[in-house]
């Protein structure tokens, strides 16, 4: 007898991806995907997959009790990727951010109690823990959010476990590092650069280029996380690494090179406020249970580049809307999203 997964967030990046591994991998499991569909949320993620019958599509806001109730109905475990996710609009305004990130999670977490579901696992991330100049974070390491999305998320990160500590509700958390992959909004580092790239725009480098992240294929990702689905113990946390750690100006040259586009079109510009030096996450915990990531970095920016080559139909309405944070973003750093 197969679950019923609720997936909030589907039609997101990471989250779009999971239905669809969920979809091929277990073929007697149905998914219910709530979803906002804010700018980030887009039906066309998820468009091979739509008529599916295993697969339901509920247009609402985990913020919304009687949304979360109706979609939560009958299911047996649920997986929360629904947030609004990125730093720079965080940065331009806050409020949506605590809303979803925060009080979008305790609705969640009230259902499941409520009606006794048997997993939840909450999506945080590795910005919770903050910037580390040596070494890299395990678990166990201090909580340190130094931008308002991470502070969002280690609200959201808490509240989850508050809830197993408070009520057994068999929560599982975990932290990943940076995703890259096909799906992701043109605003993250490597859409952007690329589509900037294909249309000769500069690529706006923050800073000095060399503030380092620690990259995860999406898929990864999402493998990670449906292994934890099943094998993690309720009440802990799982950091989900990448080991690919690279600073930013070494993946905007791969980036070029894989284009064949000139160095010239690197632009450095102000540093985005508070940017976080360094993430590193320790996987040691993961590994123990016998779960590793199995795409080669190299391999994988390949892939994710020639993706947005061909994929220009997906991103290029997104590229093209002019919205404030195009505004501001341009305001910001003098250089252009579109
Ligand atoms: P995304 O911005 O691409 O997608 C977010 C999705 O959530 C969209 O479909 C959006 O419509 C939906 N959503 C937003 N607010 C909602 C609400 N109130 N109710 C219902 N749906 C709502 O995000 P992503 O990059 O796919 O990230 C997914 C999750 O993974 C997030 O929780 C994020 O914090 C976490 N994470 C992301 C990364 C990364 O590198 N992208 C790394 C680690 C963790
Ligand atoms: O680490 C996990 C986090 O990774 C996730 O929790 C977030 O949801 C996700 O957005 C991401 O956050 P970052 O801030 O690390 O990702 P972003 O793609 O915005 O930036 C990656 C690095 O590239 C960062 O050092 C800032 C830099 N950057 C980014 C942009 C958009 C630039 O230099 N120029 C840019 O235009």
Known sequence: MGERVLVTGGCGFIGSNFVRLLLAERPDWEIVNLDKLTYAGRLENLQDVANEPRYRFVKGDICDPAAVADAMDGCT?????????????????AT????TDIKGVLVLLEQARRIGLERFVQISTDEVYGSIAEGSFTEESLLCPRNPYAASKAGGDRLAFAYWATYRVPVIITRASNNYGPYQYPEKLVPLFVTNALRDLPLPLYGDGRNVRD???VEDHC???L??????????VYNIAGGNEHENIAITHTILRLLGKPETLIRPVEDRVGHDRRYSLDGGKLA???????????EGLEAT?????DHEWWWKPVKDHDGEFQKYYEQQYGARLA
């Not at 649920?78 to 305004?93: C, M």
């Not at 949506?96 to 809303?99: G, K």
Request: aromatic letters at 16%; charged letters at 20%; proline letters at 6%.
């Open 77 to 93: 475990m649920a997986v929360n990727f629904a947030a609004e996710t990125h730093v720079d609009r965080s940065l331009l305004g």
């Open 96 to 99: 949506h951010f605590i809303d």
């Open 215 to 217: 990259w995860l294929h």
């Open 223 to 225: 493998r990670g996380v």
């Open 227 to 236: 292994f934890l689905l099943e094998h993690g113990e309720p009440g802990e």
């Open 288 to 298: 123990r249970l016998g779960w590793t990531p199995r795409v080669p970095f190299a």
């Open 305 to 309: 580049v020639r993706w947005y080559v």
